[in-house]
C-alpha cells in the first residue's frame, strides 16, 4: 500500500484518486475548491461520470480514499504527489501554467520526505524541468524528490475503464528509478508501460491528442467532399476504417471535435511549435476544418429553411460528446451560438448536461425530453450522438415538428429510412440524392 496525493479533483484527479485507491493504495485528493472537497466529502460528485460514483463511495468505505482542501494535509506522508490539475488556453492558445505553478508551489511547500512528483495534468513539452526547478526552489526540507511525467490519455465517458484497462502507460523522467517506482502503481493493471525522458513523454501526449483531431478534420474534410461527388461517408470510413494501419476509431464525419482537451492541446502544440521557429501548417489546417464545420452546419440549415430569423431549432444534445456532462469547447453550444446570432430561437435537451447547459446558455429553452424539443420545430439537429437520440420514435418526432427538416450532425439515423418517413434528411458527407453520379458517367 503507498500513499499518493492527488491535487486537483477534475475529471483526471478524482478518476485517478479514486482508481489507484480502488488497487489498494491510499489516496488523499486535494482541491483548492472548498465547496468540490465539501461535496465530496458528502459523497457528492462534482461531475457526471459512468460507474465513478460508486468507485468513489466504495473506497471512501474502506478508508483509502479522502479528500481535502489543503496540501498540508495531503502530501506529508505521502510517497507521490500527482498533479493532476487543469491546464486551459491562455490568451494566444499557449497552455495556462498558472494552476500547475500553485500547485507545484503548494506540494514543494508541504513536502515532508521523498516525493516523486507525477505530472498528469497536460503539460507544455519543458515543464517537467520547470516543475522540478519550482520545487527545488520552495520546498522547505532537503530530502530528495523526482519529477515524472505520466500523461494521461482516458477519455470522458469511459474514464474509469481506461484508466483501469489503459492501452499503454506513458512515463517520462531523467530519473528512471523514480519513473520505475510510478510503474510500480501500475503493475496491478498489467498494461504495457512506456517509460522514456521528460520532454519525449510530454510530447507524447500532445502529439496523439493532435493525431485524433487530424483524423476527425480529415475524415470531415473526406465528408465535404463525398457530398459534392455522390459518396457515403459512412461507409468510405467504413471501408477505410477495415485497413489496419488506418483503424477505424476516430473516423467519425460529424460537427467536428470539442471538449476540454482536443482544442487547447492542438492550440497549444501550435503555439510552441510556432514560437520555436516550425511551421505547424498542418494543426493549423485541422483546427480551420473544425472550425468551419460549424459553420457549415448552420449553413445547410439556413440554406433547407430559406434564412434562420424567426425559425425555431431544436438541438438534441449539449455535451461536446455522449456519456459526459462536459460542455466546455462543446460544438453543440458553438452551433447554438451561430443559430441566435442569425435570430433564430433554440429548445434543446441533453440527458445529463442541462443543469450545466442552464448556467451558460442565454435565451435557450431546455426541454424535459426530446420529444419537447421537437414539438413546433422548424428544424431538429443532432449535436451529440447520446444512445437515446438513436431509439426515438421518429414517426412521433415527424408528427410533432413544424417543419420536417433533420440535420443529422452525428450520422445517426439512416437516410433512407429518415426520408421515407418525409423527413428533409441532411446529413455530414452523404449525398442526398445521385445527382453526382450523372458527373461520373458524363
Ligand atoms: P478540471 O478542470 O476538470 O479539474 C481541475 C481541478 O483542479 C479543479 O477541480 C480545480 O479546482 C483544481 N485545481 C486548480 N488549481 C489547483 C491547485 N493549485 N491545487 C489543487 N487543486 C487545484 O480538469 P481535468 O479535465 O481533470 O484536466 C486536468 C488535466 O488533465 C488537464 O491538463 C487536461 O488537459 C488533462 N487531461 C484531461 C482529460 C479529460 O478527459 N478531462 C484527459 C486527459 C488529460
Same mark, same amino acid.
Given at each position: ?10 475529471? *483526471? ?45 466504495? !473506497? ?89 511525467? !505520466? ?16 492501452d ?5 523522467? %531523467? ?33 496523439s491528442?493532435?493525431f485524433l483531431a487530424t483524423k476527425v478534420s480529415f475524415i470531415n474534410e473526406i465528408a465535404?467532399?463525398c ?6 461517408v459512412k461507409e468510405v470510413a467504413r471501408g477505410m476504417g477495415m485497413d489496419r494501419r488506418i483503424g477505424a476509431a476516430f473516423l467519425e464525419a ?14 497549444? +502544440? ?17 483546427? %480551420? ?18 434564412? +434562420? ?5 431544436? *438541438? ?6 455522449? !456519456?459526459?456532462?462536459? +460542455? ?44 419537447? *424539443? ?12 447520446? !444512445? ?41 458527407g ?13
Amino acid at each position: 500500500m503507498r500513499t499518493i496525493a492527488v491535487v486537483g479533483t477534475g475529471y *483526471v484527479g478524482l478518476v485517478t484518486g479514486t482508481c489507484f485507491a480502488d488497487l489498494g493504495n491510499r489516496a488523499v485528493c486535494i482541491d483548492t475548491d472548498p465547496e468540490r472537497v465539501a461535496k465530496l466529502r458528502e459523497g457528492i460528485l462534482p461531475f457526471y461520470e459512468p460507474g465513478l460514483e460508486e468507485l468513489v463511495h466504495r !473506497n471512501v468505505r474502506a478508508g483509502r480514499l479522502s479528500f481535502t482542501s489543503d496540501c498540508r494535509e495531503g502530501v506529508p506522508g505521502a510517497g507521490f504527489a500527482v498533479i493532476a490539475v487543469g491546464t486551459p488556453s491562455g490568451q494566444e492558445g499557449e497552455a495556462d501554467l498558472s494552476y500547475v505553478r500553485a500547485a507545484a508551489e503548494a506540494i514543494a511547500e508541504s513536502m515532508t520526505g521523498p516525493l516523486v512528483v507525477v505530472n498528469k495534468s497536460t503539460m507544455p513539452i519543458g515543464t517537467g524541468d520547470w516543475v522540478a526547478s519550482i520545487i527545488e526552489r520552495k520546498r522547505q526540507v532537503p530530502d530528495a524528490f523526482a519529477v515524472v511525467s !505520466n500523461p494521461e490519455f482516458m477519455r470522458e465517458g469511459s474514464a474509469v475503464h481506461d484508466f483501469m484497462s489503459p492501452d499503454r502507460v506513458v512515463l517520462g523522467s %531523467d530519473d528512471h528509478a523514480a519513473a520505475e517506482t510510478v510503474a510500480e502503481l501500475y503493475r496491478p493493471l498489467g498494461a504495457s508501460i512506456l517509460i522514456t525522458d521528460l520532454r519525449t513523454a510530454e510530447m507524447i501526449k500532445y502529439a496523439s491528442n493532435a493525431f485524433l483531431a487530424t483524423k476527425v478534420s480529415f475524415i470531415n474534410e473526406i465528408a465535404a467532399i463525398c457530398e459534392q461527388l455522390g459518396a457515403d461517408v459512412k461507409e468510405v470510413a467504413r471501408g477505410m476504417g477495415m485497413d489496419r494501419r488506418i483503424g477505424a476509431a476516430f473516423l467519425e464525419a460529424g460537427i467536428g471535435w470539442g471538449g476540454s482537451c482536443f482544442p487547447k492541446d492542438v492550440k497549444a +502544440l501550435e503555439h510552441m511549435a510556432s514560437v520555436h521557429g516550425c511551421h505547424p501548417q498542418l494543426l493549423r489546417a485541422v483546427m %480551420d476544418i473544425n472550425r468551419d464545420q460549424r459553420r457549415l452546419i448552420v449553413q445547410k440549415l439556413r440554406q433547407a429553411l430559406g434564412g +434562420l430569423e424567426d425559425t425555431l431549432v431544436g *438541438v438534441l444534445g449539449l455535451s461536446f460528446k455522449p !456519456n459526459t456532462d462536459d +460542455l466546455r469547447e462543446s460544438p453543440a453550444l458553438e452551433i447554438i451560438h451561430l443559430l441566435q446570432h442569425e435570430r433564430a430561437r433554440v429548445q434543446a435537451y441533453d440527458p445529463v448536461a442541462m443543469p450545466g447547459a442552464a448556467k451558460v446558455l442565454r435565451g435557450v429553452t431546455l426541454c424535459e425530453d426530446p420529444y419537447l *424539443v421537437a414539438q413546433g420545430a422548424d428544424a431538429l439537429i443532432v449535436t451529440t450522438e447520446w !444512445n437515446e437520440f438513436k431509439q426515438l420514435d421518429m414517426r412521433r418526432i415527424r408528427e410533432l415538428v413544424r417543419r420536417p427538416v433533420l440535420l443529422d450532425g452525428r450520422n445517426i439515423y439512416d437516410p433512407a429510412a429518415m426520408r421515407a418517413l418525409d423527413f428533409v434528411y441532411i446529413g455530414v458527407g452523404r449525398a442526398a440524392g445521385n445527382s453526382s453520379r450523372s458527373l461520373i458517367s458524363a
